[in-house]
């Protein structure tokens, strides 16, 4: 009995032994291991190398720690190969990052110091890509770091490698938020988490898991989900402070966020910090995200000549606090900003801004005037204030800017103007203003986004534009066609969809597909004017 625990003792330890030992691999084998991970470090030695063998010997230590980092530690003797890589003298260690190869410049007998060498954070960062962890990585993850974006995802399937791609493009920006993303492959942690459909999104604050609900693929969103649960409600956190970058990055990536800017010891600006910190949660339940910032080169660039100074951006575009009330009063501040929000206003910009928008932005309305002048085109403003909503749900930006000599420089010699620039290339507005109908229906053909509108939906949306002007409408409901301004009366039957076809095509042709697709008869009955 004794002989038999010996035994499976002895065959223990040898285990161990065989697992602690590194593995020695060959060149072709070096080549997919770094193609396939995204860390590999390699101990180079040759067969003639005096201290070699004591060096691979210290480096088994190594070994057992770079697991922990999801780090391939691999051994490799083919010295050709080795001085391909620039590599002169053994033994010595390498380390390749997402391909990249890294030589470690001091001893290699020196164990702490190729440890710290392999796995300080500078090592361990990937520009542009999440990283990959195992389940014993993620957990220490969790405990090492208060905020941690975890991507659970299948290996291979198409919608875990898309949302893998959109979600890289930000994973440098929440970094620099000071949240770590990774990544990682596994079913039954997943299913640990509620997360039974496949990619799916977890973010864990203090290791607490808020699971993230919305589309996986629109990484903007992802980003303002981020942002906004970094912190809880009971947490007495202040305001966060951004510099150029941050504040540039929140303004690209969320829709809503509004900036204080303000100069430190100056007790206007303590007080402003105060009230605005205190509607943060309300800010909060409408989806805007709030931030400060002390910066001189962003105070500069947004023309803020009065301290402390809030700015509403609404998709990248500001709306400024008014320079002749003073910033205080918590209740103030926020029906302010509710106010911004809810206004369909058409922001007024300066020349720097203007600039910072068409260099940024693929798609863009401006309309050109001149204050001095405003009052003779009022109307016209007014009108497309009016459509400013509308070209929100298109997510297209509509501002405006009071100069005579920018429009010139855009080879617009009158103002009132309008253009649309759609990579920094202009294209003027050749409808008339004052119709908002066509101009919004430019705006969209110049965007590419300007959809026909079924024949019925045509003639419905004519006659409601048209509310003020009595027509001889015996029934309702009647069917219309205008005709140049000319109505049509229908007098037959409004459920018989061929019927209400054939005289249609009276007035217009038809594409026969586009009246296959619209012979219903619901779509039809219903539709015209109330008398």
């Known amino acids: 009995m004794g002989w038999n625990c010996l035994l499976v003792l002895l065959v223990g330890l040898i285990m161990v032994r065989m697992e602690s030992v590194i593995e020695e691999i060959n060149d072709r084998q070096l080549e997919k291991l770094i193609e396939e991970n995204d860390f590999v470090a390699v101990a180079w030695f040759t067969k003639t190398c005096k201290t070699c063998d004591a060096a691979i010997a210290s480096l088994e230590e190594v070994d057992d720690i770079t697991d922990k980092y999801n780090i391939e530690f691999v051994k490799l003797n083919n010295k050709k190969y080795a001085r391909g890589l620039g590599i002169r003298h053994f033994p010595a260690i390498s380390f390749f990052k997402a391909g990249s190869m890294i030589i470690y410049a001091g001893d290699v007998m020196e164990t702490e110091a190729v440890i710290e060498f392999l796995t300080n954070e500078d090592a361990l960062e990937l520009p542009d890509k999440i990283e990959e962890v195992d389940n014993e990585n993620l957990f220490r993850v969790l405990e090492e770091e208060e905020h941690v974006a975890v991507l659970f995802y299948e290996e291979k399937k198409r919608d875990s490698m898309k949302a893998l791609q959109h979600l890289e493009m930000i994973d440098d920006e929440a970094d620099l938020f000071g949240i770590r993303f990774v990544r990682i492959i596994d079913l039954l942690l997943a299913e640990d988490y509620s997360l039974w459909h496949l990619p799916a999104l977890a973010f864990f604050r203090h290791s607490t898991p808020i699971l993230y609900m919305g589309d996986i693929n629109n990484q903007e969103e992802v980003f303002e989900f981020l942002f906004q649960n970094k912190y809880t409600a009971d947490e007495d956190v202040d305001l966060e402070e951004v510099d150029e970058e941050k504040l540039d990055i929140l303004i690209n990536h969320i829709d809503f966020v509004v900036v204080l800017f303000y100069k430190e010891h100056d007790e206007a600006c303590k007080l402003a910090q105060i009230d605005v910190d205190s509607i943060d949660d309300n800010l909060k339940e409408r989806g805007i995200s709030i931030v400060k910032t002390k910066n001189e080169d962003q105070i ?137 109908g066509q101009v919004l229906k430019w705006i969209l053909l110049e965007a590419d986004m300007w959809v026909e509108p079924p024949v019925v939906e045509q003639i419905f949306l004519i006659e409601s534009t048209r509310q003020e002007v009595e027509w001889p409408v015996e029934k309702a409901p009647t069917l219309v066609m205008f005709e140049s301004e000319e109505p049509h009366f229908y007098q037959g039957d409004l459920t018989n969809s061929e019927d209400i076809l054939n005289w249609l095509k009276e007035f217009i042709e038809l594409d026969p597909a586009h009246v296959e697709e619209e012979a219903s008869g619901d779509d039809i009955e219903g539709e015209g004017v109330e008398g």
């Open 300 to 436: 500069e660039m947004y023309e803020v000549e009065v301290l402390p100074k809030l700015v509403y951006f609404e998709s990248e575009i500001p709306t400024f606090w008014p320079d002749d009330i003073p910033l205080k009063g918590n209740e103030t501040i926020l029906a302010w900003i509710e106010k911004c929000q809810d206004s369909d206003v058409i922001e007024d910009i300066t020349e720097e801004m203007l600039e910072k928008l068409i260099a940024n932005t693929d798609q863009i309305a401006v309309f050109f005037y001149d204050k001095k002048e405003r009052e003779a085109y009022e109307e016209q403003l007014e009108g497309l204030e009016n459509i400013d909503d509308e070209l929100d749900s298109y997510e297209l930006p509509f501002v405006k800017i009071s100069s005579k000599s920018i429009a010139i420089d855009f080879g617009f010699e009158e103002v009132p103007s309008l253009a649309f620039f759609q990579k920094g290339v202009p294209a003027k507005c050749d409808v008339d203003l004052m119709d908002e």
